[in-house]
């Protein structure tokens, strides 16, 4: 069955994520259209994200990575961004994560939840994290326990069942994960931080003809 296009009849979306960057990493280009249209987007974040900056201690790198990330999400017009403090690296999915997810659903009461794949591997050399799986399976969970959940949830991952036409978006996407500048910088010092960012939004956001262009994937994996 071929891909459908992302709903459009909404109005608030909750990005549930373990880690700084991994808005941008795929889907920064279908928030910035997003929020240009006057939808809401708010962003929460299992972790700082303290140990991923290579030689840098957690005291040091969870503040840096809290203050990229948020300049990260206003390039794209987020400005609600909660930071959870579940440990970077060590997030499981746990009764207190599954729970700290419903409350933040049933706070904020969004249309859609999006978070990040659940699957194994998102290609054949391209292994998931366990953060990654972990996270979005205690994401899975907590929508099922909600007695009223939102009306769609999605993961940003290959092989979609909806793509959003982000043609026009990609440079804003870019410039959102660029803003990433120390932990890009330490993570491939020999390739220009707006290298590295351009690199991976055309990777995520594959061109689409029937799309018109550039589109964020996405899979459905609940829906009322």
């Known amino acids: 069955m071929s891909e459908q296009p992302f709903p459009t009849d909404w109005q608030i979306a909750l990005?549930?994520?373990p880690h700084p960057d991994d808005p941008e990493y795929g889907i920064g280009a279908a928030v910035a259209k997003w929020t240009d249209s006057g939808k809401t987007v708010h962003?929460?974040?299992?972790s700082r994200g303290e140990v991923g900056i290579a030689?840098?201690?957690?005291?040091?790198?969870?503040?840096?990575?809290?203050?990229?990330?948020?300049?990260s999400a206003a390039i794209v017009g987020v400005s609600d961004v909660a930071f959870w403090d579940f440990p970077d690296s060590n997030i499981r999915d746990t009764p207190e994560l599954r729970?700290?997810?419903?409350?933040?659903?049933?706070?904020?009461r969004p249309d859609i939840v999006v978070t990040i794949y659940s699957?194994?591997?998102?290609?054949?050399?391209?292994?998931?994290?366990?953060?990654?799986?972990e996270f979005a399976h205690a994401v899975a969970a907590a929508f099922d326990s909600?007695?009223?959940?939102?009306r769609w949830l999605f993961e940003n991952g290959p092989e979609p069942t909806h793509c959003e036409a982000v043609e026009g978006?990609?440079?804003?996407?870019?410039?959102?994960?660029?803003?990433?500048?120390?932990?890009?910088?330490?993570?491939?010092?020999?390739?220009?931080?707006?290298?590295?960012?351009?690199?991976?939004?055309?990777?995520?956001?594959p061109v689409r003809p029937e799309f018109g262009g550039r589109t964020a994937e996405f899979i459905l994996k609940r829906h009322r």
Do not use: C, F
């Open 146 to 150: 909600i007695s009223d959940p939102p």
């Open 55 to 71: 030689g840098m201690p957690p005291e040091q790198a969870g503040p840096l990575r809290e203050v990229e990330q948020r300049r």
């Open 119 to 133: 699957g194994p591997s998102w290609a054949p050399d391209a292994p998931n994290q366990r953060d990654h799986i």
């Open 99 to 108: 729970a700290k997810i419903a409350a933040t659903v049933a706070t904020l």
């Open 169 to 205: 978006y990609t440079e804003r996407a870019v410039e959102s994960l660029a803003a990433h500048e120390v932990y890009l910088s330490v993570l491939d010092p020999d390739t220009p931080v707006v290298k590295q960012a351009r690199r991976q939004v055309e990777m995520a956001t």
């Open 43 to 46: 962003y929460a974040l299992a």
């Open 15 to 17: 990005v549930l994520v």
